[in-house]
């Protein structure tokens, strides 16, 4: 296993590398700033990597596979079974992900992290913690030690994808109830209302949607209850 993920020391992207990209974008033959949001795209890129001689040619989309119990809440359109269809189209090669990567010579990697149900496809990684999470409104989603566990999954891969020549990596998802998990961890990271971060999803009901709003701020309510967790729904 590659090194915890808690013990890597994170440092700032090279603010004198944007500068520069900016200074060698505002000098070529265009107008100034007329690529739009391609510009600010370089501009990161450069950050990240370190110098304006950027390198993207060879890529990978790492998509996770996951069900969240939440699902039991009515919060989603569909239900879990779904999970299964979609995520052994994308490791099969049939979803709209692996056309655009096609088109833009980037592979497609396919992990089971959580799906609650089996899947029929040799070509997904498997890498399940558990059957999907808990309902994380009447109890806890994970243990600690899971949710360690994933986080570290997804770091080893990542490492693993730049080891094998990988110069960008993008990321992915599958799963049903995960606009509702995230929007919840988003609302407490950020200390932003439940409102401000919380969305459809999936195609439901303007009556579904207002009830998916009211249990992920039960969820945050029970949690500051539990845990001292700043409220802010």
């Known amino acids: 296993m590659q090194k915890p993920f808690d013990q890597i020391q994170l440092h700032a992207i090279s603010k004198a590398a944007q500068a520069e990209m900016q200074d060698k974008l505002d000098n070529l033959s265009k107008p100034i700033k007329g690529l739009g949001q391609l510009e600010r795209l370089a501009d990161k890129l450069a950050g990240i990597q370190e110098t304006t001689d950027l390198k993207i040619d060879q890529r990978i989309c790492l998509i996770y596979c996951a069900d969240h119990g939440i699902v039991s809440e009515a ?53 399940k913690i558990q059957r999907g999470t808990k309902n994380m409104l009447t109890s806890d989603a994970m243990s600690r030690q899971d949710a360690v566990k994933s986080i570290q999954t997804g770091y080893d891969n990542a490492k693993q994808a730049i080891a094998d020549g990988n110069q960008l990596l993008l990321l992915g998802e599958v799963g049903l109830g995960n606009t509702s998990a995230s929007s919840a961890i988003v609302s407490t990271m ?4 439940v409102d401000d971060v919380v969305d459809k999803g999936s195609d439901i009901s303007v009556k579904q949607f207002e009830h998916k709003k009211q249990v992920i701020k039960d969820i945050l309510l029970l949690a500051s209850l539990i845990r001292l967790i700043p409220l802010v729904c």
Not at 106 to 124: H, R, S
Not at 190 to 193: D, E, K, R, S, T
């Open 190 to 193: 950020l200390a932003l209302p």
């Open 75 to 127: 919060v989603s359109a569909t239900s879990e079974p779904l999970s299964n269809v979609l995520s052994a189209n994308v490791a099969e090669g049939h979803a709209c992900v692996n056309a655009l990567a096609m088109r833009n010579r980037c592979e497609v990697k396919v992990f089971d992290i959580g799906l609650a149900g089996n899947y029929q496809t040799t070509k997904m990684v498997d890498e």
